[in-house]
């Protein structure tokens, strides 16, 4: 748990949250601002985001230090009630634990996102009834 705590504080500080995360001994997630505990249902559905974003990465590190061929990781609009400030640091994030892990990422997304923290575009349509994937390379 220090070592998912460590991470999770790292990332949580990288993105300005103003409240603190940290998972207790029976892996319980605890939330708190200025020393007062706080439940996440008082959380913006941005700020959850974030905080989702941050959990899942940080387990994510960590079992890729048990399982080093797990080199998929779907996120299926994880920018969705984001502000563009958070987008920018969650997109950091990502590209830095994509690199780091050696991980092939699909951010799924409905509006357009900076192009340059990613390698590919894809675009899904319908054509004909049936679906289309055209993948643009950007790098």
């Not at 974030?50 to 079992?63: N, Q, V």
Request: proline content about 3%; aromatic content about 8%.
């Amino acid at each position: 748990l220090p070592s998912l705590n460590s991470n999770i504080a790292k990332m949580a500080s990288q993105m300005h949250l103003p409240y603190t995360i940290c998972f207790d001994e029976k892996f319980n997630c605890l939330i708190s601002h200025l020393g007062n505990k706080i439940s996440a249902k008082t959380l913006s559905s941005g700020q959850r985001k974030k905080t989702d974003f941050i959990i899942i990465i940080a387990l994510i590190r960590l079992m890729k230090l048990r399982y080093p061929e797990l080199n998929l990781l779907f996120l299926d609009e994880l920018l969705s009630s984001v502000d563009s400030g958070g987008r920018h640091e969650i997109l950091k994030i990502l590209r830095e634990t994509v690199q780091e892990s050696e991980l092939n990422a699909w951010v799924i997304n409905h509006s357009e996102l900076p192009m340059e923290l990613f390698d590919r575009k894809g675009v899904a349509y319908f054509d004909g009834g049936f679906s289309e994937l055209d993948i643009e390379y950007l790098n």
